[in-house]
């Protein structure tokens, strides 16, 4: 079955790098997303890896992809109070039959920055 | 290029009543899904549509029902409000240019509440 399961909460102080940390269960998994959620407002896309790939780095963003753990994390360099939000790790499942996917969310981790 | 738009901002029901959410996708996207998301929570996925029918569905009643009309824009009706239904409702656009790839763009979502 589709599981994916985040840490709630962290906190770094302003220029400090973050790391949030993403598990997923189904190994099917073709694509994983990270999505930025401000209050109030809809989901950011901010940076996917397809599941064949280990890194990609995009400006700011880095994401870790370990298979054999099922294991995804995303690196925020420098981090601004901007980056405050709340950040969720998406799994999406290929559907053969049509070629269109759901997504799968885990619960969110809410990034806090401290000036 | 406008992204995906969502009306209303926001609703208020009381039980038993229905309700109609509507989304116009980013331009040149075909595919719109539904995702519900509950305070503090992930979204969750409840169907997704293009070409007019509806092509996969989560784990919602039939109270949730959903059109897609020529022009790619779509509704999701929800009849028989219970408390339960108060959330975010957010619906996503994708396309399946180059392949399989179909990254969904989130629109700002309408949030719903059921007195």
């Known amino acids: 079955g589709e599981d994916v399961e985040q840490s709630l909460f962290l906190s770094v102080r302003e220029g400090d790098s973050s790391v949030i940390n993403c598990t997923y269960t189904d190994s099917s998994s073709t694509y994983l997303y990270w999505y930025k959620q401000e209050p109030g407002a809809g989901l950011q896309l901010l940076t996917y890896i397809f599941s064949n790939m280990d890194m990609k780095q995009d400006q700011r963003l880095t994401v870790l992809l370990n298979k054999k753990d099922k294991h995804l994390s995303l690196r925020i360099a420098d981090t601004q109070t901007g980056d405050s939000a709340i950040y969720f790790c998406a799994e999406s499942i290929d559907q053969m039959d049509t070629g269109r996917r759901a997504l799968t969310f885990g619960s969110g981790t809410r990034l806090q920055v401290q000036p | 290029d406008a992204g995906v738009t969502q009306s209303p901002t926001h609703l208020i029901k009381t039980r038993g009543q229905q309700v109609t959410l509507r989304c116009s996708p980013k331009s040149g996207h075909d595919t719109v899904s539904w995702y519900q998301q509950a305070l503090g929570q992930g979204p969750q996925f409840i169907f997704q549509?293009?070409?007019?029918?509806?092509?996969q569905r989560g784990n919602f009643p039939d109270r949730f029902s959903g059109h897609q009309f020529p022009n790619y824009s779509s509704e999701l009706n929800v009849n028989a409000l219970l408390l339960g239904d108060s959330a975010l409702y957010l619906c996503a656009s994708s396309d399946k240019s180059g392949g399989k790839r179909d990254t969904q763009y989130f629109g700002p979502g309408t949030r719903l509440t059921v007195l």
């Open positions: 549509y293009y070409e007019e029918e509806e092509r």
